[in-house]
T-cell receptor, first 110, second 116 residues
Framework: SQELEQSPQSLIVQEGKNLTINCTSS?????LYWYKQKYGEGLIFLMM?????EEKSHEKITAKLDEKKQQSSLHITASQPSHAGIYLC??????????FGTGTSLTVIP | GAVVSQHPSWVICKSGTSVKIECRSL??????MFWYRQFPKQSLMLMAT?????????EQGVEKDKFLINHASLTLSTLTVTSAHPEDSSFYIC????????????FGQGTRLTVV
C-alpha cells in the first residue's frame, strides 16, 4: 500500500523556474530516499535523509527532512529539460520492506 | 557501490506463456530482495518480498500463483510471471539491500515485459 503521499502528482514548469515536490508520511520516517526515474528505466538515486532537519544538495537539487521526520521536500533550482522525469520518494516500513511514494511527474518546457 | 543486476532488460512473450526474470546481487549477499511493478505514469508498487530459503511474502492483491518468486541463494531471486496475459505487460524492477538497518536499497535496471 502507498503510505507515502507525494504532491503534486504532476508538474509542468518553464525552463529556469524553481519547483518543489513534497513527500508526506503518516508515520515517522527512519530514512527517506529520493530517486529520479523515467518509465521503463532504472532508478537514479538522488539522496538519502535520516536526521530530522537534515538537508542535502546535489547539483541544483536540494532535499530536506522536516524536524518531525514526517515530511520531506525536494527543491530544484533553475530547472532544465534534463530534470524531467518521475521523482519518487521512498522509505522503509517496519521490517525490511521498502515502499515508494505516489510519484511526481515533472515536465520542463524549454 | 553495490550492484544489482536484472535480466532480461526487456522481453516479449506470447499470451499464455511464462516468463522468468532474474535478479542478482553481484557483490553482496542479500537474504531479502524485493520485486516491484510499475505501470506508465505511475509509481513503483511493491509486489512481494523475496526471502532466501523460505516463502516469499506477497503484498495484498498480488496473486502468488501468478507471480512465482524463488530465492534459492543469497545472490539470486527470480520472478516468474505464469500464464502471462496482456494486462501483465509492465515494468518490473527488483531491489536488494545489504544486511543492517537503514541501509540503502540497490535496484536492478528493470525488465520491460510485453505480452502479445
Amino acid at each position: 500500500s502507498q503510505e507515502l503521499e507525494q504532491s503534486p502528482q504532476s508538474l509542468i514548469v518553464q525552463e529556469g523556474k524553481n519547483l518543489t515536490i513534497n513527500c508526506t508520511s503518516s508515520k515517522t520516517l527512519y530514512g527517506l530516499y529520493w530517486y529520479k526515474q523515467k518509465y521503463g528505466e532504472g532508478l537514479i538515486f538522488l539522496m538519502m535523509l535520516q536526521k530530522g532537519g537534515e538537508e542535502k544538495s546535489h547539483e541544483k537539487i536540494t532535499a530536506k527532512l522536516d524536524e518531525k521526520k514526517q515530511q520531506s521536500s525536494l527543491h530544484i533550482t533553475a530547472s532544465q529539460p534534463s530534470h524531467a522525469g518521475i521523482y519518487l520518494c521512498g522509505a522503509h516500513k517496519g521490517g525490511n520492506q521498502f515502499y515508494f511514494g505516489t510519484g511526481t511527474s515533472l515536465t520542463v518546457i524549454p | 557501490g553495490a550492484v544489482v543486476s536484472q535480466h532480461p532488460s526487456w522481453v516479449i512473450c506470447k499470451s499464455g506463456t511464462s516468463v522468468k526474470i532474474e535478479c542478482r546481487s553481484l557483490d553482496f549477499q542479500a537474504t531479502t530482495m524485493f520485486w516491484y511493478r510499475q505501470f506508465p505514469k505511475q509509481s513503483l508498487m511493491l509486489m512481494a518480498t523475496s526471502n532466501e530459503g523460505s516463502k516469499a511474502t506477497y503484498e495484498q492483491g498480488v496473486e502468488k500463483d501468478k507471480f512465482l518468486i524463488n530465492h534459492a541463494s543469497l545472490t539470486l531471486s527470480t520472478l516468474t510471471v505464469t500464464s502471462a496475459h496482456p494486462e501483465d505487460s509492465s515494468f518490473y524492477i527488483c531491489s536488494a539491500r545489504r544486511e543492517g538497518t537503514n541501509t540503502e536499497a540497490f535496484f536492478g535496471q528493470g525488465t520491460r515485459l510485453t505480452v502479445v
